[in-house]
């Protein structure tokens, strides 16, 4: 798999959404104990702790449309193209068809029959978060 700087190198990185994001990772950090790692704008911040990760998103922007949800999850896969095969034939509802990205990912989004949303991510390139927007704070 390919790594990219503005992306954690989780497998699995939930997605949670606050009314307040910044307010939400500075929260997150003093009380759980995680590093900011990433601020985009006022609407996104990455968070780590050790080999985990968790992206805080404001409420309507989790992984689909804007219709109140407050989680969904993050998934680094090899081949999206492939996966979103998999996923459709399987009965997932596609929510976004896969799309590269300025920040080096290929994305697709989905609802399982829990109606979960969850985002399926290929890195595809290697891209400096502040080439797009994002404001590194911890990349160690």
Request: glycine share 10%; aromatic share 6%.
């Amino acid at each position: 798999m390919i790594e990219n700087r503005s992306i954690p190198s989780a497998s699995v990185i939930p997605e949670l959404a606050y009314a307040d994001v910044l307010e939400a990772g500075a929260w997150l950090c003093e009380a759980f104990g995680f590093t900011e790692r990433l601020r985009i704008g006022d609407h996104r911040v990455q968070l780590v702790l050790g080999d985990g990760a968790l992206v805080v998103t404001e409420l309507g922007d989790a992984a689909g449309p804007d219709d109140g949800a407050t989680h969904s999850l993050l998934v680094r896969v090899e081949d999206v193209d492939r996966h979103r095969e998999r996923a459709a034939a399987a009965g997932a509802k596609i929510l976004a068809e896969p799309a590269d990205h300025p920040y080096g990912e290929r994305q697709y989004n989905a609802e399982d029959i829990g109606g979960h949303r969850w985002t399926f991510t290929q890195s595809i390139a290697d891209v400096d978060p502040e080439t797009w927007g994002g404001t590194p704070v911890d990349l160690d």
